[in-house]
């Protein structure tokens, strides 16, 4: 079977810079990000939306890169994990996954990162279940979660 899809123009901001991409409009954002923009932070995890390793913020909402098509981030505003620090400063829920060990094998971190800035950004001082709810869609396989949780209450503590 013969195939007539043409790679398109996206035109899209990824962490602050104004961008040009040619894609296949369904290709997946997360490969596009990884292969062409070489933003490698972003990672693949179960490949299906449901582990929230590829987890990227499109206008400001955390989604899963696993899942949009390229086509529909036309005009939209991306951050990925390289776009949460500030030059070299972290961000500091990346500090705090540092301090306290939230980082195993490092496939759900740059995830559970972006879950946890989107988080503190909507809620600056979450409770203990708003921080389990924020975290909910990003699975770990590796720490049990504690660490993970104790980073996101370090990060509220150093925000404050």
Same mark, same amino acid.
């Given at each position: 079977?013969?195939?007539?899809?043409?790679?398109?123009?996206?035109?899209?901001i990824?962490?602050?810079?104004?961008?040009?991409?040619?894609?296949?409009?369904?290709?997946?954002?997360? *490969?596009?990000?990884?292969?062409?923009?070489?933003?490698?932070?972003?990672?693949?995890?179960?490949?299906?939306?449901?582990?929230?390793?590829?987890?990227v913020?499109? *206008?400001?909402? /955390?989604?899963?890169?696993?899942?949009?098509?390229?086509?529909?981030?036309?005009?939209?505003? /991306?951050?990925?994990i390289?776009?949460?620090?500030?030059?070299?400063?972290?961000?500091?829920?990346?500090?705090?996954?540092? *301090?306290?060990?939230?980082?195993?094998?490092?496939?759900?971190?740059?995830?559970?990162?972006?879950?946890?800035? *989107?988080?503190?950004?909507?809620?600056?001082?979450?409770?203990?279940?708003? /921080?389990?709810?924020?975290?909910?869609?990003?699975?770990?396989?590796?720490?049990?979660?504690?660490? /993970?949780?104790?980073?996101?209450?370090?990060?509220?503590?150093?925000?404050?």
């Amino acid at each position: 079977m013969e195939t007539t899809a043409t790679k398109t123009e996206v035109k899209c901001i990824v962490n602050g810079e104004r961008r040009t991409i040619e894609a296949f409009p369904m290709e997946r954002l997360l *490969d596009v990000l990884r292969e062409q923009l070489h933003l490698t932070g972003t990672k693949e995890g179960c490949g299906e939306g449901e582990c929230g390793a590829c987890s990227v913020m499109i *206008d400001g909402a /955390i989604v899963n890169s696993c899942l949009v098509p390229v086509a529909q981030v036309e005009g939209a505003s /991306i951050k990925t994990i390289e776009g949460v620090a500030s030059g070299t400063q972290l961000h500091a829920v990346q500090q705090a996954f540092i *301090d306290c060990g939230g980082a195993q094998c490092g496939i759900c971190t740059p995830g559970m990162v972006m879950a946890a800035v *989107d988080l503190l950004e909507r809620n600056p001082n979450p409770s203990e279940a708003e /921080i389990r709810t924020g975290l909910a869609g990003n699975l770990c396989r590796c720490t049990g979660y504690m660490k /993970i949780f104790e980073s996101v209450v370090r990060a509220c503590q150093k925000q404050a």
